[in-house]
């Protein structure tokens, strides 16, 4: 078995145009790290709101793993898929008796296992169980089967995401932030061998506002009033990191930030 490993986490997908972006801009990250595995946030993968089975099927193609957030329920059909399709995950610390789970474990026939684990933040979101204390017991249990834990903590404030940083610190590999579709620059290893960055950013439409289209955008805030919002379909953004794992303690030795634009 090798001693150390990469994987990709994919910021988070939006709608057709971040599905066009990951087919055009995956293949070059692939080739410069060998990744041994992909993890992408799919929880806007689907007309920008919400997944359904046929674009999950889909992403399932180039990606190992789907974590989403809270936008997973926005669709009908991509609610009953999360009981379908295990490698689609949503946020552990829903109440129990959610659809779907908050964790799954990839086996490699080289015999490493790794697993990821969904975290939705409360702060400026829905008021769901705690994602400290639910964090830790699961973290808790998945370190029983491997070390290499991988946590997408999916979160609007800043302050809760770098909280969990460190509460987690040297318990899993990485916790890797979404939501915000902003790539932040604090990536960096904390003390204890966990890697940690605030947002992966997002992979969709360039010429957006946050993956959706700019006139609906300034609408909302010129107006106040509800907009329905599309995906940008103007250029392609991609963003990604890269993180280098000790197989055998799970912890990770490098982070790098990957963003590619066309537009």
């Not at 898929?81 to 552990?92: C, K, T, V």
């Not at 086996?107 to 639910?134: H, S, T, Y």
């Not at 250029?235 to 790098?256: D, P």
Request: hydrophobic share 40%.
């Amino acid at each position: 078995m090798p001693d150390k490993l990469n994987f990709l986490f994919l910021g988070d997908i939006i709608g057709r145009p971040g599905r066009a972006a990951l087919r055009k801009f995956l293949p070059l990250l692939m080739d410069k790290y060998s990744p041994a595995f992909v993890v992408a946030n799919a929880e806007n993968a689907a007309g920008g709101v919400g997944i359904t089975e046929d674009v999950g099927r889909e992403l399932l193609l180039s990606v190992d793993v789907l974590t989403s957030g809270n936008h997973v329920w926005d669709k009908k059909e991509g609610v009953a898929y999360l009981d379908q399709e295990p490698r689609l995950m949503r946020p552990a610390n829903y109440p129990p008796g959610s659809p779907g789970k908050g964790s799954f474990v990839l086996q490699n026939k080289n015999g490493w296992k790794a697993a990821v684990l969904n975290l939705q933040g409360r702060v400026f979101m829905e008021p769901i169980d705690c994602p400290f204390r639910v964090g830790a017991e699961e973290v808790r249990k998945l370190r029983v089967v491997t070390p290499l834990i991988i946590v997408d903590f999916h979160a609007e404030a800043t302050s809760e995401k770098q909280a969990l940083g460190w509460y987690l610190d040297g318990k899993v590999t990485a916790v890797i932030g979404t939501h915000t579709h902003v790539p932040t620059a604090d990536e960096r290893i904390l003390p204890q061998g966990t890697a940690y960055i605030t947002d992966a950013g997002m992979v969709g439409g360039f010429n957006s506002v946050i993956g959706m289209r700019r006139d609906q955008a300034l609408a909302r805030f010129l107006t106040s009033r509800p907009q329905r919002f599309e995906p940008g379909k103007e250029g392609l953004f991609f963003c990604a990191v890269s993180v280098e794992v000790e197989i055998a303690t799970g912890k990770a030795l490098s982070i790098r930030r990957e963003i590619f634009s066309e537009g």
